[in-house]
T-cell receptor, first 117, second 114 residues
């Protein structure tokens, strides 16, 4: 079964510093995508970044980047120059073929990030 | 600015009552998902549809939950009868049936069953 594990229930970072959120996953698939979603206090889930398993180059979106280690099945999120608006719950997710070319996401339990001024 | 809408945003009801939650997916998306979020279980997939056809509802308690898509612009999730353990935030999301597809989430319905 495909599982996603986020081992850090909570993290904190000082404003303007860098923080890394961890995620590991378990799969026997070769074709998949990995995502990081952000859920601020408003509850709205927002996509932060995504990574294709076949790409060796790590994805980057402005201050957000990932460290994708396929062999280790690790997909961490690095937030640089942290801002107060980055405070949120962050979910790692894995997209896979659930059978019959139907795709769905499996989510980790989330990491609550606090940004201290 | 296309977005997924959900109604109601908040619902308080008494045990045993029927609850109906509605979702309008983004026009053109062919896949719709229903999730439940609780502190204990995190985000759980309840059911999902492709081109309005139900593909998987194995995450739902079958005896009390039902999900339908009467048309391409409306997805519904019903609980009958509701129980206190159903208290949670229910999210609808839509996207395309692709491994790379982002899922676009609605704002959620916070359900409290007394």
């Amino acid at each position: 079964a495909q599982t996603v594990t986020q081992s850090q229930p909570e993290m904190s970072v000082q404003e303007a510093e860098t923080v890394t959120l961890s995620c590991t996953y378990d799969t026997s698939e070769s074709d998949y995508y990995l995502f990081w979603y952000k859920q601020p206090p408003s509850r709205q889930m927002i996509l932060v970044i995504r990574q294709e398993a076949y790409k060796q180059q790590n994805a980057t979106e402005n201050r957000f980047s990932v460290n994708f280690q396929k062999a280790a099945k690790s997909f961490s999120l690095k937030i640089s120059d942290s801002q107060l608006g980055d405070a949120a719950m962050y979910f790692c997710a894995y997209s896979f073929n659930s059978g019959g070319s139907n795709y769905k996401l499996t989510f980790g339990k989330g990491t609550l990030l606090t940004v201290n001024p | 600015d296309a977005r997924v809408t959900q109604t109601p945003r908040h619902k308080v009801t008494e045990m045993g009552q029927e609850v109906t939650m509605r979702c309008q997916p983004i026009l053109g998306h062919n896949t719709v998902f229903w999730y439940r979020q609780t502190m204990m279980q995190g985000l759980e997939l309840l059911a999902y549809f492709r081109n309005r056809a139900p593909l998987d509802d194995s995450g739902m308690p079958k005896d009390r939950f039902s999900a339908e898509m009467p048309d391409a612009t409306l997805a519904t999730l019903k609980i009958q009868p509701s129980e206190p353990r159903d208290s949670a935030v229910y999210f609808c999301a839509s996207g395309f049936n692709s491994v790379a597809s982002e899922q676009f989430f609605g704002p959620g319905t916070r359900l409290t069953v007394l």
